[in-house]
């Protein structure tokens, strides 16, 4: 088990990659009710598009103690890019200039 690869994902959910997605499921092969590894595998497949996404996140959810969490994990790109849009909007406008 490479922990380094782990914490990295931990650190940097959102650079979860194809790469990344196949470590985290040869480690749910071994170690199935591994909370983290499950919760990171789907915030992999959402980063990648993948069609496996609902039904990890259905079962990321059953494993995870704290869905507050998962739900922080799952849209934590959202929220950033909404706050980076509503920057650049404030940004934009000037007083007195239509």
Excluded at 29 to 42: D, E, G, H, K
Excluded at 54 to 62: E, G, R
Aim: aromatic fraction near 10%; charge should be positive.
């Amino acid at each position: 088990m490479n922990s380094g690869q782990i914490i990295q994902n931990i650190e940097y959910p959102y650079l979860i990659n194809e790469n990344n997605i196949i470590f985290l499921d040869q480690l749910l092969s071994n170690f199935p009710y591994f909370q983290t590894a499950q919760l990171l595998l789907a915030r992999g497949l959402l980063n990648t598009d993948s069609i496996r996404y609902n039904s990890q996140l259905k079962k990321a959810a059953i494993y995870s103690l704290d869905r507050k969490k998962l739900f922080e994990l799952i849209t934590l790109n959202k929220i950033e890019e909404t706050i980076k849009k509503k920057k650049e909007s404030d940004t934009k406008l000037e007083i007195g200039k239509p």
